[in-house]
């Protein structure tokens, strides 16, 4: 029985088994220890053959910044040479104009413009037709001016200059109402004479490609006769019982075009911008004009040195040695001149792609109650030009004469409502007016239109004194109610397809890209060679949408204004940035960017990475590889993930598939100053030709492309 019991444990034992165990945990505690510091050993080992490596890498990189940024310095020559021929263009193009003689003015010239608008208002009695037609004219002198204002650089534009531009723009949109006005008022006289059978009244519609014209006259002031549709269309109007019983005309002027909404200011550079050239031309030429003085002095001492050796030989050959040494010392200051002039304009096109990308710290003004922001709106489709008129007396045949009164005051606008009314119930007598517009069918809408009315005392668009906005996308009709006859647009929102979701930028053929930009909304392909754009495609939803601007080549400013017109806004202005959550990136590293990928691009292609938002503000992320023409379409291509600071770019060695953002060098890979070295390492021989061999224009458009979307700060 007792040995069956257990041993009862002593305190002896108890102390023993502590013991032992207080061992055990030391000696764990201590190869845990010698473990750890081991292991931490290791770990700074490699850290610092890491560090000592990358200080090598670097140190490598500095040692050929120097070399690498003058070779990346005579490619980027294509800029300045690409703005000097554009300059050349813009004088000839002068000089063509002069030599046709086609009896239009240029609108540049400021004494040619103000003779054509004196002549023009002095033609008088002219009809709508003859208008219209001589309106093509005129949109296309004020077209001209703007083009100028916008692609002339700042350097090149004197301020009395855009001062001048812009009043005859104002001028001949001013002159251009007022022909329209009068010729409508020519028309009403003659109202009763073109009166409908049916109806009794006189209904008049005529369209052209940049004008839509519909006029009602009201001659039967019929009560019953309230609702108004124009002939084969759906536009028209719902009009009140007290106009039903006027002496008015209604006249619906739609012109496709904005002459409206106020001028935008012509940007212009900051003192800064201007100071830092200033500062760098005159470094450039004093840098430029000792070397000159040293290279003549040594010349001349040589030269003086020659002579006093040789003062006894044959004085034919002396002169012919002196006519000889001279030849080149008087060579020699052209050559320095074109030096000086390109790098002259090479930091002035830098300085002006810069300015391209600086984002506004504030609104340009303060914004009233119901006020349109046109930062962040934007007019489509042109302006419908309402307007109730006091219809003119009528023409009556006597004697075989027409006899008309003409009024001295001409054509007078009808006021309703009335401005002072003592009916307590106007609001019943004087409703507001239904109105059904078609909507400009090369316009693409991606929300519902917003409306808004002029208001000419404040010279601003407004949403108020508009209610019951309805539209129809199938048909393209939108209606609404308007408390007074103005003109009105329609708006949206300017950055609807802002940010972008994803970008790539790949060769064609030689000197021709695709650029691909895809938005929530839509899909835009865009084609780039030398220095043209054209809309190669675009899908809406996903579905292919047909536009007028595809297969159009334009130059990058007038395609620029085409897609805008569209609705096809994806080009940011220094305001964007106040209605758009974006990817902030320094200037500087933007336009240094966009220059080296528009230097690659004909034989590397370009893609979004969504590693871009994850680094900070004054680095870059995106994907690239070599793509030669004669390659076939491969389904999964191997991209390579660069970081580009403006002044060191690297593979990576994460991708596009990893977990976390690192900024880890790729193994057997190098720093290098610029993107052109970077791509160097792994790029072919041809490639590396393809880019020597690019056309400057096409460089150049493809870089106007890229600086005007902002890829890496908005997508």
């Known amino acids: 029985m007792s040995g069956s019991k257990k041993k009862k444990i002593t305190k002896a034992d108890r102390l023993k088994q502590i013991l032992e165990e207080e061992e055990k945990r030391q000696k764990e505690e201590e190869e845990a220890r010698v473990k750890y510091e081991k292991e931490e050993m290791e770990r700074l080992e490699i850290q610092r053959i890491e560090n000592e490596k990358l200080q090598k890498l670097e140190a490598k990189d500095l040692e050929r910044r120097n070399e690498e940024l003058e070779e990346l310095y005579l490619l980027e020559a294509c800029f300045p040479e690409a703005e000097k021929l554009k300059r050349d263009n813009r004088f000839l193009s002068q000089w063509k104009h002069y030599i046709e003689c086609d009896g239009s003015p240029d609108p540049s010239i400021a004494q040619e413009i103000n003779t054509f608008i004196t002549l023009w208002k002095e033609e008088t009695n002219e009809t709508l037709e003859e208008v219209i ?12 001016l703007k083009l100028i204002l916008l692609e002339t650089p700042l350097y090149d534009l004197q301020g009395k200059n855009i001062i001048q531009y ?64 124009f002939s084969e269309t759906q536009t028209g109007f719902e009009i009140p019982r007290i106009l039903a019983t006027s002496d008015i005309a209604l006249r619906l002027l739609h012109t496709h075009y904005d002459h409206v909404t106020p001028l935008s200011p012509v940007l212009t550079p900051s003192q800064e911008h201007i100071s830092i050239v200033t500062d760098f031309v005159k470094e450039e030429v004093k840098s430029v004009q000792t070397a000159v003085s040293k290279d003549l002095q040594e010349e001349n001492k040589q030269e003086n040195e020659s ?153 601003q668009w407004k949403t108020d004194g508009i209610s019951n906005v309805s539209y129809k996308s199938e048909e393209r009709l939108i209606t609404f109610n308007l408390e007074t006859f103005c003109p009105v647009t329609l708006i949206q929102d300017a950055h ?27 899909e835009l392909q865009i084609q780039i060679k030398e220095n043209l754009c054209m809309l190669a495609s675009i899908k809406v939803n996903n579905k292919n949408h047909s536009s007028i601007l595809e297969e159009k080549w334009m130059t990058p400013v007038s395609f620029i204004i085409a897609l805008k017109k569209a609705g096809l806004n994806i080009f940011p202005t220094g305001h964007s940035h106040l209605y758009v959550v974006i990817n902030y990136k320094h200037p500087s590293v933007e336009v240094k960017a966009y220059r080296q990928m528009a230097l690659l691009s004909s034989a590397f292609a370009f893609c979004w990475s969504k590693w871009n938002t994850a680094c900070d503000s004054k680095k870059t992320v995106f994907q690239v590889r070599e793509h030669l023409l004669k390659e076939e379409p491969i389904r999964n291509p191997n991209w390579t993930l660069l970081m580009f600071s403006g002044d060191r770019a690297q593979s990576l060695k994460i991708n596009e ?30 490639a590396m030709r393809a880019v ?17 979307t902002r890829l890496l700060s908005y997508s």
């Open 133 to 144: 037609e001589k309106s093509k004219l005129v949109l296309n002198l004020i077209e001209k």
């Open 166 to 229: 812009q009043e005859s723009i104002l001028e001949l949109q001013e002159l251009l109402h007022l022909k329209f006005n009068r010729a409508t008022e020519i028309l009403l006289r003659q109202a009763s004479t073109l009166a409908d059978l049916d109806s009794g009244n006189m209904e008049k519609v005529i369209q052209d490609e940049n004008v839509t014209l519909y006029i009602w006259a009201n001659l039967k002031k019929n009560p019953r006769h309230r609702s108004i549709r």
């Open 307 to 459: 002579n006093s050796v040789h003062e006894e030989e044959t004085k034919a050959e002396g002169q012919g040695d002196v006519e000889e040494q001279m030849c080149p010392v008087q060579e020699e200051p052209e050559a320095t001149k074109y030096e000086m002039e390109m790098k002259l304009l090479s930091e002035t096109v830098s300085a002006a792609q810069e300015l391209l990308l600086e984002n506004a710290s504030e609104k340009p003004y303060f914004l009233e109650e119901n006020e349109v922001d046109l930062c962040q709106f934007t007019t489509l489709g042109g302006v419908y030009h309402l307007d109730i008129l006091e219809l003119p007396p009528q023409c009556k045949p006597m004697k075989g004469w027409m006899i008309v009164e003409i009024l001295k005051e001409g054509l007078q606008k009808y006021t309703y409502p009335p401005e002072t009314t003592e009916d307590l119930e106007a609001e019943n007598v004087f409703p507001p007016i239904e109105v059904t517009l078609e909507v400009h069918e090369n316009v693409i809408f991606f929300e519902n239109p917003m409306v808004a009315r002029w208001d000419a005392e404040g010279k």
């Open 496 to 522: 609807i397809n802002m940010p972008y979701q994803s970008w790539e930028l790949r060769p064609l053929d030689v000197n021709k890209v695709l650029l691909t930009i895809t938005t929530v909304f839509t």
């Open 657 to 686: 598939s990893s977990d976390a953002f690192s900024e880890a060098l790729k193994e057997e890979t190098e720093f290098h100053s610029t993107l052109y070295h970077m791509v160097k390492d792994f790029a072919s021989q041809e």
């Open 692 to 708: 020597r061999r690019s056309n400057c224009q096409f460089v150049d458009s493809v870089c106007h492309m890229l600086l005007s």
